[in-house]
């Protein structure tokens, strides 16, 4: 049964592109929550995503956007990348919004330059 | 709001002794609590977590947690370090009256096991 998976591992990327990760949920889950993990800090909540719709968003500016699928597969976009969106991006699967906990993936590791 | 605070940011302990890290929590309501476990470039791994049964918390790997409301804590212990044990960890707190409850996560603390 595979778990979170998270595509790509890595992604080096220009200040003032566009940039888009992918996620796929557990097996079973329905939501799908995304977080920014800087280096040498705890994640930070970006937004979760339940069918089909943002649901809950943290304080993320609103470069930040994404969409979740009818397969409960689910995408991060940031637009206009600044220095400071490098960052380790997680992606984490549930069943019914978190209530019985997350499954996390192993990320994406963006590098702006 | 609800926060998370890690006392010490880096543990140091010698193979074999006492693992203890600590987690203190805000919250307005009786939360549910985590603990994961980072390995370099690897994502989240769930150690265990509260969910208002038992306050002693059994996880994997031999860790174990004690919720006290009182303190308004949540530390992390193992009674015998492995050099395995290795790795960041992280406490996180949600809010369980909230549907679609986001982690709110504190700053890690790095443990070293030394040989």
């Known amino acids: 049964d595979a778990g979170v998976t998270q595509s790509p591992t890595h992604l080096i990327k220009t200040r003032g592109q566009q940039v888009t990760l992918r996620c796929s949920p557990k097996s079973g889950h329905d939501t799908v929550s995304w977080y920014q993990q800087a280096l040498g800090q705890g994640p930070q909540f970006i937004f979760q995503y339940y069918e089909e719709e943002e649901r809950q968003r943290g304080n993320f500016p609103d470069r930040f956007s994404g969409h979740q699928f009818p397969n409960y597969s689910s995408e991060l976009n940031v637009n206009a990348l600044l220095l400071g969106d490098s960052a380790l991006y997680l992606c984490a699967s549930s069943l019914g919004q978190g209530r019985w906990g997350y499954t996390f993936g192993s990320g994406t590791r963006l590098t702006v330059v | 709001a609800q926060s998370v605070t890690q006392l010490g940011s880096h543990v140091s302990v010698s193979e074999g002794a006492l693992v203890l890290l600590r987690c203190n929590y805000s919250?307005?309501?009786?939360?549910?609590l985590f603990w994961y476990v980072q390995y370099p470039n690897q994502g989240l791994q769930l150690l265990l977590k509260y969910t208002s049964a038992a306050t002693l918390v059994k996880g994997i790997n031999g860790f174990e947690a004690e919720f006290k409301k009182s303190e308004t804590s949540f530390h992390l212990t193992k009674p015998s370090a492995h050099m395995s044990d290795a790795a960041e960890y992280f406490c996180a707190v949600s809010d369980r009256e909230t549907s679609g409850s986001r982690l709110t996560f504190g700053e890690g603390t790095q443990l070293t096991v030394n040989p």
């Open positions: 919250s307005s309501v009786p939360p549910y």
